[in-house]
């Protein structure tokens, strides 16, 4: 139970992480699986997969394909509104960091 707890709540995270990258500079799905996976989030790309195809539903990412050696990449960036919620979640992500820090 432990896992599928700290899961949900790591899930948060990830939406975070992909929100800040995909602000930066245009993400495609197996660069940020290395990317979470250096920040210790061992995800398949069956789960981050859905999690893209939702933050594009929600208005969040938005996407655009490009022939890459042949194959279809779909890159992924950070709309408006993702831009809006990434930063309510970083003062969100203070204040409980400064409460919980002790």
């Known amino acids: 139970m432990e896992d599928k707890v700290l899961r949900k709540l790591f899930l948060g995270f990830i939406h975070i992480h992909i929100l800040h ?11 940020m699986l290395e990317e979470l996976k250096e920040h210790g989030y061992n995800i398949s790309s069956g789960t981050l997969y859905p999690i893209l195809h939702s933050m594009e ?30 930063n309510e979640a970083r003062i969100k992500a203070y204040e409980l960091f400064k409460e919980i820090k002790d």
């Not at 539903?57 to 990434?86: A, C």
Request: glycine fraction near 10%; avoid cysteine.
């Open 21 to 31: 990258h995909a602000k930066e500079k245009p993400i495609f799905g197996v660069w």
């Open 57 to 86: 539903e929600d208005g969040l990412l938005s996407k655009k394909e490009k022939n890459v050696e042949g194959k279809i990449r779909k890159y992924y960036s950070t709309t408006d509104k993702g831009i809006h919620i990434l």
